[in-house]
């Protein structure tokens, strides 16, 4: 079956439906501006599911860390041992019985969905459809998911996004909580408070005031509720939630228009967190880290990573002052985002045969420009020499964090080197 086209021509709820209905094996690529994505289909079912930015390996270790089953420490060991034996990340995580096997299932699956979902968004994009009669994807792992329960979910958030998008309009925006006179009450989601996306702000405010003495939201509004503190960017929340990426912009919708939280005006996310945590940033972007002691840093967490458990995966040695549950989250986004800092350079110096000269000059055709600062606020730094590079990430008190660094040979005019295959290409620690 020959299926290529623009998204503009023919549809994604066409081009499933049409795969659905014929119960097609094979492989739907789809390019767009910004991202590849392929989506893998069994007889007519989804069965697996990659985006070329957002490789489902690597975003599914920040998943398990979100939902408690995993820490950064136990992350990164299990990303050591990936890159000695080539294994998936998800086998080894069930060999040492760090997690169960049906945790490593739903991950699987909620990544693989939150991919194909975020494709209904695409406006514009080239798509092909490569009939095969066998294809390869994790058995063991993964349930096919019909075409049929996608396209209702994707027609759901087709209707409301325009919707949400009204408020929540740009990652950036942040919010804070709002006081307020009225009882927050958890409750199932069946008994909790639904917004009509008919209905003007007005109207609600004025349902609200009528005698409505408590305020009935779900569990997972109590999350997002929770995670809002005036210093999280819109983008910073939906790294760090347990849900959906819509269901977190559907949640912190919910919040704004029942008065529980309001955007933070004014100033920027960095001028927020600078506020809520005042420091001396001459410390970070006036004093210089030389390479030799960012290698000796280096070695010594190597070191020191090497010496500090027993189990390949558990019983760690506390590395300082341990992290709360979000703290550790953001650090797991902080070495994504340098890992990210990375594959944008070396496609920088396979374009324009050089390194860039600052690290703002990878946004935003590389990067995105909130990708070059830390989820606390704090920029990264960038130094380069004539064949290596590195990238220096920060704690929480801005100063610097030997095991957010990036510090890698390059070759400095050749291509940029093809995209990891099963998140094998972590954080590289130590110097080349």
Known sequence: MALEGTLKDFSLADIFQLIGLQRKTGVLTLRGKDDTVTVTFLDGK???????????????????????????????????????????????????????????KQAIQLQILQIVYRLFRWKDGDYHFSQETTIEYDRDNVVPITAESILMEGARMIDEWPIIEKRIRSYDMVFRKKLTDQEIVVVGADEADEVDFDETPAARRKKAAAGADKIRISQEEKFIYDTVDGTMTVGDIVEVSRLAEFDTNKALYELLTRDLIEEVRGQSAAAVVEAA??????????????????????????????????????????????LSAIGATRKAISLQRIETIGRGIEKYNGVNGKLPEKVTDLAPYYVTASTLSDPWGTPYTYRQQADRYNVIGFAPDRKVDTELILLRAIDVGAAPPPPPKNGERGIELVPE
Do not use: C, M
């Open 46 to 104: 989804v069965v697996a599911a990659d985006s070329l930015n957002r490789r489902l390996e690597t975003r599914l270790g920040s998943v398990l860390i979100k939902s408690g089953l995993l820490t950064q420490e136990q992350l990164n060991r299990a990303l050591e041992i990936q890159k000695e034996t080539l294994q998936r990340l998800g086998f080894i995580l069930t060999h040492y019985g760090i997690i169960s096997a049906d945790a490593l």
């Open 277 to 322: 945590a005042p420091v001396d940033e001459t410390e970070v972007a006036e004093t210089p880290v030389p390479l030799p002691l960012v290698a000796l840093l280096t070695i010594v967490a190597v070191v020191s990573l090497a010496t500090s458990f027993r189990n390949p995966l558990n019983r760690f040695a506390p590395l300082g002052r341990p």
